[in-house]
């Protein structure tokens, strides 16, 4: 994964931040600045495509209303049939959504005619699951939830664990950004005290 390998360069330039003088400094310095700078624009990068990239043209909007009366944690699980095992389902967390509110998500269908609808209440007591079939992909869906409902036993079981299965990818993948920004910022802060000291060093 890019994010880990991210980490490694940003963890070889805190260790190069040691080695600040010498006839290597120059070289020291802008390796670290390179990696530093590089892990930086990635990660902006990053944030932005998570935020737009569902607002693409081939996107169908998802609107799930909550009309019960507790608030329910919701998931979307898009179902592709003509890929492998491994890429067939791509999960989705819509969030908790309260009484009388909706959220909307949108997914890419273009290879997929079927997502679920699952709801939580609390850790992991499913009250909602609904298989909705969409022969319209220019349509946007409306997905009403008024009745606690599980309309298939087998494949909510299924949907739990593709659900649980994201909930570890999403905590493994908070820890490993959290670690690379931390370690942005401490290089960050270590290139620019050093510069700082340059500065004072030449104006004297």
């Known amino acids: 994964m890019l994010i880990i390998l991210i980490l490694i360069f940003l963890i070889f330039a805190l260790f190069l931040s040691g080695f600040r003088g010498g006839k290597w ?46 608030p329910i944690d919701f998931y979307i699980i898009r179902v592709q049939d003509q890929e492998p095992e491994d890429e067939k389902f791509s999960s989705k967390h819509v ?27 609390g850790k992991g007591n499913l009250v909602y699951f609904s298989q909705v079939a969409v022969p319209n992909k220019n349509e946007d869906q409306i997905i009403e939830v008024r009745n606690y409902i599980n309309r298939s036993l087998k494949l909510s079981a299924m949907a739990t664990e ?36 340059k500065l004072r060093g030449f104006s004297l």
């Open 95 to 121: 969030g908790q959504i309260r009484p009388e509110y909706f959220r909307i998500e949108y997914l890419n269908m273009q290879k997929s005619n079927e997502f679920w609808v699952v709801g939580y209440i």
């Open 25 to 70: 400094a120059f070289w020291n310095s802008l390796v670290r600045t390179v990696i530093t700078v590089s892990a930086a624009a990635y990660f902006t990068f990053w944030f932005v495509e998570k935020s737009v990239s569902q607002f693409l043209e081939n996107s169908l909007a998802i609107q799930v209303i909550n009309y019960l009366p507790q």
């Open 162 to 197: 593709k659900v649980e299965g994201l909930k570890y990818e999403n905590i493994k993948l908070s820890i490993w950004v959290t670690l690379d920004l931390l370690l942005v910022f401490l290089n960050a802060v270590l290139l620019f005290r050093s510069k700082k000291k």
